[in-house]
């Protein structure tokens, strides 16, 4: 069981920056396909970056490639986002997502088990 606590989601301006963390535990770190989703209201639950604990490879949805950067520190089994350039529709609860059974990493919703509690990110115009 893997479990999974987001922080740094806040309110900012259009243009400004954000940094999300998501801390892991209860798995073998090197094991795990981590990944961002975002929800919007009334809207689907929506992929926005993962990065396989094993290797580094990263993965971006299109909407955020070139402003948002995903990264990890395999010490603390922590996994960042950093989003800069922030739009008002980037607006959303963010959602930090695990999978540890298959040894790669896929961006997309089916492929996560674990999922976090979710941060608030809201971007003004």
């Known amino acids: 069981q893997v479990q999974l606590v987001e922080s740094g989601g806040g309110s900012v301006q259009a243009g400004g920056s954000l940094r999300l963390s998501c801390a892991a535990s209860?798995?073998?770190?090197?094991?795990?396909?981590m990944g961002w989703f975002r929800q919007a209201p009334g809207k689907e639950r929506e992929a926005v970056a993962a990065v396989y604990a094993g290797d580094g490879e990263t993965f971006y949805a299109d909407s955020v490639a070139g402003r948002f950067t995903i990264s990890q520190d395999n010490a603390k089994q922590t996994v960042y986002l950093q989003m800069n350039s922030l739009k008002p529709e980037d607006t959303g609860m963010y959602y930090c997502?695990?999978?540890?059974?298959?040894?790669?990493?896929?961006?997309?919703?089916?492929?996560?088990?674990?999922w976090g509690r979710g941060t608030q990110v809201t971007v003004s115009s």
């Open positions: 209860g798995s073998t770190y090197s094991r795990l396909c």
């Open positions: 997502a695990a999978n540890d059974r298959f040894w790669t990493c896929v961006l997309k919703l089916p492929f996560f088990d674990y």
